[in-house]
C-alpha cells in the first residue's frame, strides 16, 4: 500500500497528463494532496482530452507543450520530485505504415526529455510507463523480468529503445529510474474515436452502438485485461518505493482469458452488440504476439502491489461511465 502521506505536497509532473493514464493518475494525485502539473502535446488522435480531468478543474497546472519544446521541458522539470513518462503514441500498426512518425513521436522527443531532467534535475525520480509488448511473441511462458525483449513492430521496438535510455541515463546523471511494462490496460477516459491506440476500448464502443466486434481466427489467444485503477495503484507505489529504483517489472492481471473471452465480456457488459469470426489480416497477423501471461512476482515482491478488480468489474464501470458521458469521447 501506498504510505499516506507520501505524495502529500509533492511536485509530480505527468506527462502525457491529459490522456487516459495520466489524467486517471492526476486525479488520484490531486486526491492524495500532491502538486501536479500536467504536459501534454495534444497530439491529433492521440487521446488528450480535458474532459478527462473534469474533476480536478483548476487544481492541477495543465501545459500544452510538446516533449521536443526543449526551452519548456528546461522549465517545467526543475523542482519537480516524481515524474510519470506516459507521454508516447502507441499505435502497432501507424509504427509499421509510418515508422517516422514514430520515431518523430517516439523518440526524439524523449531524448529532449531527458536531456532537460540531465542538466536541470537529476536528482528526480522517473517512472517510465513502457509496455508488455517490448516481449512481443514471448520467448518464455510465463513471461518475467527476464524474459528477452522480443518486439515483432516499430512500436514495441521503440518502447524497449526508450526504456534502455531512460536507464542509461542513471549512469550517466544518476536519475532514479523504475520502468513499468504495462499490458492491455482499460477504463474509463480512454479515447474512443478509433481502434487506433487500445483496441480492447474501442470494443466497447461497438458493443454499446449495437455493432460488430471482430474475432480474428478461433480467438484464443491469452490475455491479460488490468483495470485503469489497478494500474494507478501500482504506478503510485512505483513512485514511492525505494527498493523499486533503477528496475524494470512486468505487470498482470487477476484473470487470464482468451481474446474470445473479452469480446464475449464486453457483449455481456454493453447488453448489446455482437461478435464474429473473422480472417487474420495479413498486417495483423504479422504483429500478433499469441499467448500473454505475466510472472509478476517480482513486482508483488517490491511493493506489495496485487491486481484487484475482475474483469467483470471494471467492465460494468467502463460501460456506466460512457453511457453517462458519451458525447465527450464519442
Wanted: charged content about 25%.
Amino acid at each position: 500500500m501506498t504510505e499516506e502521506n507520501y505524495y502529500r505536497g509533492k511536485n509530480i509532473l505527468i506527462t502525457g497528463g491529459l490522456g487516459f493514464l495520466g489524467s486517471t493518475l492526476a486525479i488520484k494525485l490531486v486526491d492524495l494532496g500532491a502538486r501536479v502539473t500536467l504536459l501534454d502535446g495534444r497530439i491529433p488522435e492521440l487521446g488528450a482530452n480535458f474532459f478527462n480531468i473534469e474533476p480536478i478543474k483548476g487544481r492541477v497546472e495543465v501545459v500544452i507543450a510538446n516533449l521536443s519544446d526543449r526551452a519548456a521541458m528546461d522549465y517545467y522539470v526543475r523542482s519537480q520530485e516524481v515524474v510519470f513518462n506516459i507521454g508516447m503514441h502507441s499505435c502497432h500498426l501507424e509504427s509499421m505504415t509510418n515508422p517516422v512518425f514514430d520515431l518523430e513521436t517516439n523518440v526524439v522527443p524523449q531524448f529532449h526529455f531527458l536531456e532537460a531532467l540531465r542538466y536541470n534535475n537529476p536528482q528526480a525520480r522517473v517512472v517510465y510507463i513502457g509496455s508488455r509488448a517490448q516481449y512481443g511473441q514471448a520467448l518464455t511462458i510465463p513471461i518475467t523480468e527476464d524474459t528477452p525483449p522480443n518486439p515483432k513492430d516499430i512500436y514495441a521496438a521503440t518502447k524497449q529503445a526508450v526504456e534502455w535510455y531512460h536507464l542509461r541515463y542513471n549512469k550517466i546523471c544518476g536519475l532514479g529510474v523504475t520502468s513499468i511494462r504495462l499490458g492491455n490496460t482499460y477504463g474509463p477516459r480512454h479515447q474512443m474515436r478509433h481502434p487506433k491506440y487500445g483496441v480492447q476500448n474501442y470494443l466497447i464502443r461497438l458493443a454499446l452502438d449495437d455493432q460488430e466486434l471482430k474475432v480474428f481466427g478461433d480467438g484464443l489467444q491469452k490475455r491479460e485485461m488490468i483495470y485503469v485503477d489497478d494500474v494507478v495503484d501500482c504506478l503510485l507505489l512505483l513512485g514511492e518505493k525505494k527498493a523499486c529504483l533503477n528496475e524494470v517489472y512486468g505487470i498482470g492481471s487477476a484473470e487470464s482469458i482468451t481474446f474470445l473471452e473479452l469480446v464475449q465480456a464486453i457483449v455481456r457488459a454493453c447488453g448489446s452488440g455482437r461478435y464474429v469470426h473473422a480472417p487474420w489480416p495479413e498486417e495483423r497477423k504479422t504483429i500478433e504476439v499469441g499467448d500473454v501471461v505475466t510472472d509478476f512476482t517480482k513486482l508483488t515482491r517490491h511493493t506489495g502491489w496485487k491486481p484487484t478488480i475482475l474483469l467483470a468489474e471494471g467492465l460494468a464501470k467502463t460501460v456506466d461511465f460512457y453511457r453517462r458521458h458519451r458525447e465527450h469521447y464519442w
